[in-house]
T-cell receptor
Framework: AQTVTQSQPEMSVQEAETVTLSCTYDTSESDYYLFWYKQPPSRQMILVIRQEAYKQQNATENRFSVNFQKAAKSFSLKISDSQLGDAAMYFCAYPGGYQKVTFGTGTKLQVIP | DVKVTQSSRYLVKRTGEKVFLECVQDMDHENMFWYRQDPGLGLRLIYFSYDVKMKEKGDIPEGYSVSREKKERFSLILESASTNQTSMYLC??????????????FGPGTRLTVL
């Protein structure tokens, strides 16, 4: 069974600083996708960034980037120039089976003004 | 923009009641999902559907059933609600016809309390 592990239940970052959220996963597949989703307080969960495993280049979306280490099965999310609006729960997700996406337990990010 | 709506943001029910949670998406997505979100446990898949009238069990289907009579609507049914089903329920949809490669679009969630 696929597993996704987020070892940091909570993290905090000063506004304008950089923070990295960690995620590890377990799979025997060689070609797959990985996702980071963001769930702001009392708001809908949205996609932050998506990585395709066969691509060597790490995905980036504005201030959000990933550090994808395929051999280590690690998929961390880096948020640069943190803003107050980045405060949220962040979930790492791996679609391990036919439409069965496995989510991590989440990391609650606090942004300190 | 994809829009996924859920019938209620907050719901309070009594033990033993039959509960219906409704989800509607407006982007003609093939796939729809019901998750349960609990603190420290993340999101756990209850059921998903990849086509009208088709359904597959997720990781925690016990105590739940689903219905998908129309492509845009996916209902979660608690046949006899119990206190351990108090939780946040999230609906999602995606367009991928096979494999979990596509982004899932989520509804706002229904916070269900069973007394």
């Amino acid at each position: 069974a696929q597993t996704v592990t987020q070892s940091q239940p909570e993290m905090s970052v000063q506004e304008a600083e950089t923070v990295t959220l960690s995620c590890t996963y377990d799979t025997s597949e060689s070609d797959y996708y990985l996702f980071w989703y963001k769930q702001p307080p009392s708001r809908q969960m949205i996609l932050v960034i998506r990585q395709e495993a066969y691509k060597q280049q790490n995905a980036t979306e504005n201030r959000f980037s990933v550090n994808f280490q395929k051999a280590a099965k690690s998929f961390s999310l880096k948020i640069s120039d943190s803003q107050l609006g980045d405060a949220a729960m962040y979930f790492c997700a791996y679609p391990g089976g036919y439409q069965k996406v496995t989510f991590g337990t989440g990391t609650k990010l606090q942004v300190i003004p | 923009d994809v829009k996924v709506t859920q019938s209620s943001r907050y719901l309070v029910k009594r033990t033993g009641e039959k509960v219906f949670l409704e989800c509607v998406q407006d982007m003609d997505h093939e796939n729809m999902f019901w998750y349960r979100q609990d603190p420290g446990l993340g999101l756990r898949l209850i059921y998903f559907s990849y086509d009208v009238k088709m359904k597959e069990k997720g990781d925690i289907p016990e105590g739940y059933s689903v219905s998908r009579e129309k492509k845009e609507r996916f209902s979660l049914i608690l046949e006899s609600a119990s206190t351990n089903q108090t939780s946040m329920y999230l609906c999602a949809s995606s367009s991928s016809p096979g494999g979990g490669t596509d982004t899932q679009y989520f509804g706002p969630g229904t916070r269900l309390t069973v007394l």
